[in-house]
């Protein structure tokens, strides 16, 4: 089945099909039609789940954490200060091996205060142990939502779906809507090692001493170098049952390129267009969309860009005080390697501004014109 959807009713759907079992919710913009329309479904029967209204974000994540303890499959979303309201119990969450699923619709941060879309919300979460996953179409957020559960409950460790505010959240494309019995056979239930229970009963997230703490840690970074092997293993049988290819990153055009875009969120497919456009003129440039940034895609990466002289990051976010966020990623990917591109870093599209084809364009032809990086951050769109 087919159907005409935005961004956020693609995550609802998506959390339908997984047969979630409990869906905590509070709303904020650009957030709110996630959990609005999950609530219609477990209303009228479409999905068979407890639906936990909460006073707060942090809430809605402890409520997703007790759910996630007792053995059930849960989700919720939200978006910037609703995110950061969160970031206590997204340690608990990945401390405590707990296979959430968690849908934030990308918005800048405030103060100034604004609805629109940047990265920085979900970045400054980078560190907090959770698989993130970042979304270019409508029907990639559904499908990543059923891959990210299969993903996370292999190894107990909880997903982030991201997307774009507005641009994706509130856009209209078609999709299609897997049938669920092919979900069934690709997401099996739910069933953890240890959970709450009467008849076996465990303590969870106990005072742990320096003793044990460090291999607590250990053991989480190491199942976490597992997530991408089995993020292209997942995505291959998802494209056997769905026809659809999910990969840790979607590169297009990338094999002769002479400078390579690297992008991520709705600005790649953006760059598709440029890319065949400047193809037109004789540029021969390539896009890299990243799609896992947590763990960050090494050896793709490298792979990948390592052939071009030259490669071109655009951030739609910044570390106040260094880089672009997925420019460090890069660069660091690169480092100690035998062929190593030049790198440049660019901004643009914060709180929501459009980054176009012609940026990209624009940035191509900067990119082309140096024989190195002269800033660190060239800024694109800026109003001076």
Partial sequence: MKKVIM???????????SRSQVIAAYPITPQTQVVEL??????????EAKFIKVESEHSAMAACLGASLAGARAFTATSAQGLALMHEMLHWASGGRMPVVLGNINRAMAPGWSIWSDQNDSLSERDTGWIQFYCSSNQEVLDSVIQAFKVSEKLMIPSMIILDAFSLSHTYEVVEIPEQEKVDGYLPPFKPPFRLTTEEPHAFGGLTSPDHYMELRYKLQKDMEKVPALVDETGREYEKIFGRRLSQVDDYRCDDAELILVTSGT???TARVAVDELREKG???????IRLFRPFPFEKVRQIVSSAPKVAVLDRNISYGHHGI??????????GQTAK?????????LGGRDITKDHFKEIVEYALSKDKAEEEIVWIGVKK
Wanted: charged share 10%; with cysteine; net charge neutral.
């Fill in 7 to 17: 961004g956020n009713h693609a995550l609802s759907y998506g959390a339908m099909l």
């Fill in 38 to 47: 999950l609530s219609e479904m477990c209303a009228d029967g479409t999905l």
């Fill in 267 to 269: 600005a790649g497919y």
């Fill in 283 to 289: 540029i021969k440039a390539g896009n890299l969309r």
């Fill in 326 to 335: 997925f420019y460090q990623e890069v660069k660091s990917a690169l480092y």
């Fill in 341 to 349: 591109p030049t790198v440049f870093g660019f901004i643009a599209g």
